[in-house]
């Protein structure tokens, strides 16, 4: 087998399994609809539409949910 | 930042964006609209004198042109964007990181500079030759601090982030971060040649700043090509889409149509177009398979596109009147609908029988254009349209100037692109047209004179989308000093004066 064989090889396999990936992807997304923290794909528009400083996050980091349980208040200091 | 009040967001970086982008957009566009009236009307190459028609001519303004309106004007406009909603979706200020908005500032001043240093050596005439990436070797290696320190930028807004997953957006804009930066390195590859000759040139060879590609023939054709076209996807494309992603459900109130579309539009958008750029070397040396993988990338290319385009104007489903009452909405909506268009346009272009026609004729500037004009363009108007009253906590100067601004922008895009098809597919016919001899029914000539009404009906279209531009310019010039505006007059739809 030449270098262009090896290639052509290559290249329609690499494309194959890409292509099987990501429609396993799309399968993934509309079977499960929720993300591994449960959190719906949807939701995850309100990151745009509830987007002040003091809006409460989709889901917050765990950092902030330190900040978000009630010792600290949101909006005042964040280290 | 009130060290006791609240936090708030910081859009000083954003707003020292905003102005460049204003400033390099209206340069850009007037240098582009002095080119269109050079192809009309040569003997306009002089319109400053025989003397100065070194820097007048179309040759050497026409880099200008393509390098400020897509590095000084839509650059600057994504990274207004990035600075102002990268904070918003991630929910973190950059007034609560001394080194963020440190690096955000040098980020400006470091890109600014080097814009200057940009725009005089192109008028000197100082060039790689390469397209879209003439700069040389010392310019391109202060691009790629100027690229590290956004680079920094997003690492840092979102190493501090609140929100745990990051908004579509923020994926656009670090694909496109990613993706030029590869570029920029592979394709720019370049040996000074001073290291051959002698830095004063006494060889005759070249200027200490000269240099030659690592690459030759056929492999820099490759390349370049591999550059150009990704330049038109990473820069051109996804950052873009990062932008209508949010602007569009924040001036609306609603959400994106679907999510999940816009997950798996983003990968397919990944996937597919990093081969495409084959397709601007069909019919050359470069090897068969790769101009047919060129054709059929970029004919795939429609279905991630189309993703992103359905999706936008889904999410305007059952508000379909903000269309006709809003002029912000109606920029994005037809931004959305060009980007449709010029992503069905460019596809066709790719098939192999009709680039036989298309290839090196006008309807390719055509098709540059309704994507740069109508898609990249309108979107960049509506994104700073957005942004203005929020960065100055004041309202939009005068819709109505808005609305005549959307008219008159749209008219020029029209007659652009429609001037150039036909222009375009009148050359590409007449250049392969011959008698039963197979002599060429036409000298060059020919199709030049033929053109004639075609190029001045593009440079009328041209000169009606800068005067739009200008309106602009102006209304946000005096939306800096319009009515001020309560906070819960910023939630959604922009607050407009008269």
Do not use: C
Not at chain 2, 25 to 47: D, H, K, Q, R, S
Not at chain 2, 222 to 242: K, S, Y
Not at chain 2, 260 to 282: D, N, Q, T
Not at chain 2, 364 to 371: A, L, R, S
Request: net charge negative; hydrophobic share 50%; proline share 3%.
């Amino acid at each position: 087998m030449d270098i262009a064989q090896l290639q052509a090889y290559g290249y329609f396999i690499m494309t194959a399994a890409l292509a099987i990936g990501l429609y396993a992807y799309i399968y993934h997304l509309y079977s499960k609809r929720k993300d591994a923290d449960g959190v719906d794909y949807e939701d995850y528009s309100n990151m745009a539409l509830k987007d002040d400083i003091a809006d409460t996050p989709v889901n917050a980091t765990s950092r902030d949910k330190k900040y978000r349980d009630g010792t600290k208040k949101v909006g005042e200091k964040y280290e | 930042m009130n060290k006791n009040g609240p936090l708030e967001y910081d859009y000083s970086v954003s707003k020292l964006f905003i102005m460049n982008a204003l400033f390099v957009g209206t340069i850009g566009m007037l240098v582009g609209v002095i080119l269109a009236w050079e192809m009309a009307y040569p003997e306009f190459n002089t319109f400053l004198g025989e003397d100065l028609a070194e820097y007048t001519n179309f040759s050497r303004l026409r880099p200008l042109h393509t390098d400020s309106v897509i590095y000084g004007f839509t650059l600057s406009a994504v990274w207004a964007s990035w600075y102002y909603l990268g904070q918003r979706v991630l929910k973190v200020s950059m007034a609560e990181s001394k080194i963020l908005m440190f690096i955000g500032k040098l980020h400006f001043w470091l890109y600014f500079s080097a814009s200057a240093v940009i725009v005089l050596s192109l008028l000197m005439g100082i060039t790689t030759s390469k397209e879209y990436a003439e700069f040389e070797w010392p310019l391109d290696l202060a691009i790629t601090v100027v690229w590290t320190l956004w680079g920094a930028s997003i690492a840092g807004l979102v190493g501090f982030r609140r929100e745990k997953a990051l908004y579509i957006s923020i994926w656009y804009f670090i694909a496109t971060f990613l993706a030029v930066a590869m570029l920029h390195l592979f394709n720019n590859m370049e040996i000074p040649t001073m290291f051959v000759t002698s830095p004063a040139g006494e060889t005759m060879i070249g200027a200490w700043w000269h240099s030659v590609s690592m690459y030759a023939g056929t492999n820099d054709a490759l390349v370049q090509w591999w550059f150009g076209h990704n330049a038109v996807a990473f820069v051109l494309t996804t950052p873009i889409i990062a932008m209508v992603y949010y602007f569009l459900p924040k001036e609306s109130g609603q959400a994106i149509y679907s999510y999940k579309l816009s997950l798996l539009s983003f990968w397919g958008l990944m996937f597919v177009y990093i081969w495409a750029g084959g397709h601007h070397m069909l019919y050359s040396t470069v090897p068969d398979w790769m101009q047919t993988m060129g054709s059929v990338f970029s004919v795939i290319l429609i279905l991630p596109s189309w993703g992103s385009a359905i999706n936008m104007l889904l999410t305007m489903k059952g508000e379909w009147q903000q269309v006709a009452s809003s002029p912000l909405i109606k920029f994005m909506v037809l931004g959305s609908t060009f980007y449709m268009f010029s992503t069905l346009e460019g596809p066709i272009q790719a098939i192999k029988s009709v680039n036989a026609i298309a290839h090196f004729t006008d309807w390719i500037i055509g098709h540059v254009h309704d994507g740069a004009l109508g898609w990249v363009g309108f979107m960049v108007i509506a994104a700073i349209y957005h942004m203005a009253p929020r960065i100055f906590r004041r309202e939009i100067y005068s819709k109505s100037l808005m609305n005549m601004q959307f008219w008159i922008q749209t008219l020029g895009v029209v007659l652009y692109f429609t001037s150039m098809w036909i222009a375009g597919i009148t050359q590409g016919m007449m250049w392969r047209a011959h008698d039963e001899f197979g002599n060429l029914a036409y000298s060059f000539i020919d199709t030049v004179t033929v053109l004639h009404p075609y190029y001045t009906i593009r440079a009328v279209g041209g000169t009606l989308y800068l005067i739009g531009f200008v309106m602009f310019v102006y209304n946000i010039y005096k939306t800096t000093s319009a009515r001020e505006v309560e906070e819960h007059e910023l939630q959604n739809a922009s607050p407009m004066g008269a």
